[in-house]
């Protein structure tokens, strides 16, 4: 089953690709991870694609095609696959769907973790991470004191990309760039949403039960 995660920063789809990779024995793919590997392998869509991240600019659709093209055809993925952090746009979900199509491939199913944007930013904004070890806490549901890491008792900070401001400049960007891959995959008849304001195991369940139907 080829399967596709849509969803708002924080909204929780990448845990929840982790429990379908878990669950189904299907390799979860993100574009960051992709990149990095054809960087290191010194691939020549790698130094392309690195060519424009080290002048700071987006990597272009055709390029990000290409390496996700080729790692799709890698041997892990021959059962399928999930794909979380890509498409971002509609123009590169018209290219994955044209480089599926010629091997006779297709998405199967696009799930929308869909969360309101308040509580988006409630989530993220709550987040604390330990200057010591880097590890993680969320201050409304973790028992923290005195700012200290559960794990190693380390000083714990907000990381700039946690503060409300740079959280609703990302949520924009979603809105303006992912959000219509919604209305594109819906058209196609293959979006499932779920409600990502339940808990972990309960979305899990939900999606489960969608995957059930394909």
Sequence with gaps: MNIIMLGAPGAGKGTQAKLIEQ????????????FRAAIKEGTELGKLAKSYIDKGELVPDDVTIGIVKTRLEAEDCKNGFILDGFPRTVAQA??????????SKKIDIVINVDVDDN????RLSARRTCKN????FNVLTDKIE?????KCGGELFQRDDDKEET??????????????LIEYYGKKGILATVDGLKNVEEVFAEIKKKLARK
């Design 23 to 34: 669950e189904y024995k299907l390799p979860q793919i993100s574009t960051g991870d992709i």
């Design 94 to 103: 018209e290219g994955l769907d044209k480089a599926l199509s010629l091997k």
């Design 119 to 122: 509580i988006v930013v409630k």
């Design 133 to 136: 070890c880097g590890a993680i």
């Design 146 to 150: 005195k700012n200290k890491c559960l």
């Design 167 to 180: 959280i609703k400049n990302r949520l924009d960007v979603y809105h303006n760039q992912t959000q219509p």
